[in-house]
C-alpha cells in the first residue's frame, strides 16, 4: 500500500510502499479515503513534539471503512463507516482510566504519534476507539471533525456558560467551534494573526461579532478565551482580555514558552487551564450534536501525494479551515 511516512524530524515525508497492516483481535483494518491535518503533525514534523514512532504513518482524522477485523470486535460491520481520532489506545487500570480520565492515562497511545495512522491507503485501529459516523457528512467534511472538532469541543466545553468568549487563532478547531457558540446564541471574538485581514473576514462571515489582530485587545472584556494557536505569549494577553472570574483555556498540544507576566493579570480569580487530548465520551457527543446543528467543515483538499504541501500550507497560515488528504 502507498504511504507518506516521516522517517526523521525536520524532514519531508516520503512516498513509500508499506505492507499491508494486519488488524489483531481487537483491531480493524480501515481503508481510508480521507485524512484531515492536524497542528498536531506540523509539531511531530518539526521535531517539537520529541517522542513520535519512527518511521512514522502520520494522521489522527480518519475516514474509512472497514475491510476486515479481529475476532474480538462485536462492535462493527465490514463494510461499515467509521472515524479514528487521537486518542488510540488507553490501558483501563491506571488510576486516570479508573476515574473517568482516559485523555490522561499513563500508558495512552496515540494515532499518527505511537501508532501509525491515516496518511496512508490503509490502517489498522482499536475497534473501542473508533466511532460510527453520521451518513450526512462526506469523507472529506467529516474528517475534520475528528480533532479539531472533538478535542476543540473538549475545551469549549471548559468554558462553562460563558456568554462572550474569545477565540486566539482562527484554523480548524476555531471554525467548527464557532457554529456551535452560535447555535448556543453565544458571541465570539475572533483574533487572528496582526494584518490577516483574510483570516478575520472568513470568521466575520462564519459569525463572529468582531475579528481582530491578536496584538489588540477587544472592544469589550470576555467572559472566557480558547487560545488554539500554539503561541505561549497570547496567555497574558487573553488573561488581560477576560473578566474577573474569566477562563483561559489552552487548546493545544504544543506551545511555545508562557512569558512571565504579573500576577495581577491573574488575580481576581481568573482561571487558566489546558486540554490533554479526548475522551470517547467527548467524541460519542460531539460526533452525535455535529449534524444536529449541523456544522459545516470548510475543507481544502490535497492528495496523499501532495502531504507535503499541505504541511507548508497550514504552517505559513495560507488554510482557511480545514486540510484534509484525499488517499481513494
Same mark, same amino acid.
Given at each position: 500500500?502507498?504511504?507518506?511516512?516521516?522517517?526523521?524530524?525536520?524532514?519531508?515525508?516520503?512516498?513509500?510502499?508499506?505492507?499491508?497492516?494486519?488488524?489483531?483481535?481487537?483491531?480493524?483494518?480501515?481503508?481510508?479515503?480521507?485524512?484531515?491535518?492536524?497542528?498536531?503533525?506540523?509539531?511531530?514534523?518539526?521535531?517539537?513534539?520529541?517522542?513520535?514512532?519512527?518511521?512514522?504513518?502520520?494522521?489522527?482524522?480518519?475516514?474509512?471503512?472497514?475491510?476486515?477485523?479481529?475476532?474480538?470486535?462485536?462492535?462493527?460491520?465490514?463494510?461499515?463507516?467509521?472515524?479514528?481520532?487521537?486518542?488510540?489506545?488507553?490501558?483501563?487500570?491506571?488510576?486516570?482510566?479508573?476515574?473517568?480520565?482516559?485523555?490522561?492515562?499513563?500508558?495512552?497511545?496515540?494515532?499518527?504519534?505511537?501508532?501509525?495512522?491515516?496518511?496512508?491507503?490503509?490502517?489498522?485501529?482499536?475497534?473501542?476507539?473508533?466511532?460510527?459516523?453520521?451518513?450526512?457528512?462526506?469523507?472529506?467534511?467529516?474528517?475534520?471533525?475528528?480533532?479539531?472538532?472533538?478535542?476543540?469541543?473538549?475545551?469549549?466545553?471548559?468554558?462553562?456558560?460563558?456568554?462572550?468568549?474569545?477565540?486566539?487563532?482562527?484554523?480548524?478547531?476555531?471554525?467548527?467551534?464557532?457554529?456551535?457558540?452560535?447555535?448556543?446564541? =453565544?458571541? /465570539?471574538?475572533?483574533? &487572528? *494573526?496582526?494584518?490577516? !485581514?483574510?483570516?478575520?473576514?472568513? #470568521?466575520? +462571515?462564519?459569525?463572529?461579532?468582531?475579528?481582530?489582530?491578536?496584538?489588540?485587545?477587544?472592544?469589550?472584556?470576555?467572559?472566557?478565551?480558547?487560545?488554539?494557536?500554539?503561541?505561549?505569549?497570547?496567555?497574558?494577553?487573553?488573561?488581560?482580555?477576560?473578566?474577573?472570574?474569566?477562563?483561559?483555556?489552552?487548546?493545544?498540544?504544543?506551545?511555545?514558552?508562557?512569558?512571565?507576566?504579573?500576577?495581577?493579570?491573574?488575580?481576581?480569580?481568573?482561571?487558566? =487551564?489546558? /486540554?490533554?487530548?479526548? &475522551? *470517547?465520551?467527548?467524541? !460519542?457527543?460531539?460526533?452525535?450534536? #455535529?449534524? +444536529?446543528?449541523?456544522?459545516?467543515?470548510?475543507?481544502?483538499?490535497?492528495?496523499?501525494?501532495?502531504?507535503?504541501?499541505?504541511?507548508?500550507?497550514?504552517?505559513?497560515?495560507?488554510?482557511?479551515?480545514?486540510?484534509?488528504?484525499?488517499?481513494?
Amino acid at each position: 500500500m502507498r504511504a507518506m511516512i516521516l522517517s526523521a524530524p525536520r524532514q519531508p515525508l516520503r512516498l513509500v510502499d508499506l505492507p499491508m497492516p494486519k488488524p489483531n483481535s481487537e483491531q480493524v483494518l480501515i481503508r481510508v479515503h480521507a485524512c484531515a491535518i492536524c497542528r498536531t503533525d506540523l509539531h511531530i514534523v518539526d521535531g517539537e513534539l520529541t517522542h513520535p514512532k519512527l518511521p512514522l504513518v502520520l494522521g489522527h482524522q480518519i475516514v474509512g471503512t472497514i475491510e476486515a477485523k479481529g475476532e474480538g470486535v462485536d462492535k462493527f460491520n465490514i463494510g461499515q463507516r467509521v472515524g479514528v481520532p487521537w486518542l488510540g489506545h488507553t490501558c483501563n487500570h491506571c488510576r486516570y482510566c479508573l476515574s473517568n480520565r482516559e485523555n490522561l492515562c499513563d500508558y495512552a497511545e496515540f494515532t499518527g504519534y505511537n501508532l501509525d495512522g491515516g496518511y496512508a491507503e490503509y490502517t489498522v485501529a482499536d475497534h473501542h476507539f473508533c466511532f460510527p459516523l453520521d451518513p450526512s457528512y462526506p469523507d472529506l467534511q467529516a474528517a475534520p471533525l475528528l480533532c479539531g472538532g472533538l478535542i476543540g469541543y473538549r475545551a469549549y466545553s471548559m468554558t462553562g456558560d460563558a456568554q462572550k468568549l474569545g477565540f486566539y487563532g482562527f484554523g480548524s478547531s476555531a471554525h467548527i467551534l464557532i457554529q456551535l457558540a452560535r447555535h448556543q446564541q =453565544r458571541q /465570539v471574538f475572533a483574533f &487572528t *494573526r496582526p494584518g490577516d !485581514e483574510q483570516g478575520q473576514e472568513f #470568521a466575520r +462571515q462564519l459569525g463572529a461579532v468582531w475579528a481582530g489582530g491578536s496584538d489588540v485587545l477587544p472592544p469589550e472584556p470576555l467572559d472566557a478565551a480558547i487560545i488554539f494557536a500554539p503561541i505561549g505569549k497570547l496567555v497574558p494577553t487573553a488573561l488581560r482580555a477576560v473578566v474577573k472570574g474569566g477562563v483561559v483555556v489552552c487548546a493545544g498540544i504544543h506551545m511555545s514558552d508562557i512569558p512571565a507576566f504579573p500576577y495581577e493579570i491573574l488575580w481576581e480569580e481568573r482561571v487558566l =487551564r489546558s /486540554v490533554a487530548n479526548l &475522551t *470517547r465520551q467527548d467524541g !460519542e457527543e460531539f460526533l452525535t450534536l #455535529a449534524p +444536529q446543528i449541523p456544522i459545516h467543515t470548510e475543507v481544502n483538499a490535497f492528495a496523499l501525494t501532495q502531504a507535503n504541501e499541505a504541511l507548508d500550507a497550514l504552517r505559513s497560515g495560507k488554510i482557511e479551515g480545514s486540510a484534509v488528504l484525499v488517499v481513494d
